[in-house]
């Protein structure tokens, strides 16, 4: 069994710091309990650095190597949720968010009478009728799940 480095599991969680060359406080060059490689501590420690310690929040931003809108966010974020709020979220919509029942029962009537998908007409279709743009693929991805059930 592998193990598994700590900048290999920060990856995989999208934690990984990928400018840590530009964090520049002076307790992250030292080898020891900080890590310029782990983006939430780095995140956490520019917040901290910037309330405890009276630096503006452009200083902290650049000694840490993050932006000044990082900042913003990332306060944001904290005074929102805690530590929990710097930990890395996915990105993007969850679900078919888009084909929602009305589509999926306009889809069904138009797929060919032996059950063949023509994703991209259908894709048209909806957008036409509906004023829904949705990807061919996803169309395609909707009726593979439905079949599956």
């Known amino acids: 069994m592998t193990k598994e480095s700590k900048p290999d599991r920060l990856r995989q969680m999208g934690a990984l710091n990928p400018k840590a060359e530009g964090v520049r406080a002076p307790w992250f060059r030292e080898a020891g309990f900080f890590d310029p490689l782990d983006l939430v501590q780095v995140k956490y420690e520019m917040l901290r650095h910037a309330r405890e310690d009276g630096t503006n929040k452009a200083d902290a931003a650049a000694l840490f190597g993050l ?11 904290f005074e929102r949720d805690g530590m929990s ?14 084909l929602t ?6 889809v069904e009537e138009h797929l060919d ?12 279709l909806v957008h036409a009728r509906l004023g829904i743009s949705v990807h061919p693929r996803s169309i ?7 079949k599956k059930r």
């Open 85 to 98: 709020g710097l930990l890395p979220r996915t990105r993007g919509p969850k679900s078919a968010h888009k």
């Open 67 to 77: 932006s000044r809108q990082t900042y913003y966010q990332a306060e944001a974020a």
């Open 140 to 146: 395609e991805r909707a009726v593979a799940r439905k």
């Open 113 to 124: 009478a032996n059950g063949q998908l023509q994703a991209r007409s259908l894709a048209d």
């Open 101 to 106: 029942g009305e589509v999926m029962r306009l």
